[in-house]
């Protein structure tokens, strides 16, 4: 059964591009470029990891990120936290994700990343 991605980013392109790349048979690949609609969908479609951009307008990623770690059934649930900005690890970090890669970023260490968390049985 392949593995749910789901991949949060207010920009259509990166979003796009992310489903180009992860295009893979052992991925299922679920995206959303409306933060506020981020985790009732994660919620309903339970991902086996999520990948989500840090600053969303309305509601950003890190605010989703709490709202994940502070459900129950969700807050195990690996999330990669992407992001342009010179504070963003630490604020992804902060925030409760398992890990972060910073835009523009590699698409192998990407896939290296996604390919780890998997893997790893903490989904």
């Not at 992860?22 to 470029?33: F, G, Q, R, V, Y």
């Not at 900005?85 to 896939?111: C, Q, T, V």
Request: with cysteine.
């Amino acid at each position: 059964m392949p593995k749910k991605i789901f991949i949060c980013d207010d920009d259509p392109d990166i979003v796009e591009m992310l489903e180009i790349v992860l295009d893979l048979p052992e991925l299922k690949l679920l995206s959303e470029t409306d933060s506020r609609k981020a985790y009732q969908r994660i919620a309903k479609e339970e991902p086996d990891l999520v990948l989500m951009d840090l600053w969303m307008p309305v509601i950003s990623g890190d605010t989703v990120l709490k709202e994940i770690r502070a459900s129950s059934e969700l807050k195990a649930l690996p999330v990669i936290i992407m992001s342009a900005s010179k504070d963003g690890h630490r604020i992804a970090m902060e925030a409760g994700a398992n890990d972060y890669i910073a835009k523009p970023f590699d698409i192998d260490i990407l896939i290296s990343k996604i390919t780890d968390m998997l893997s790893s049985g903490s989904s």
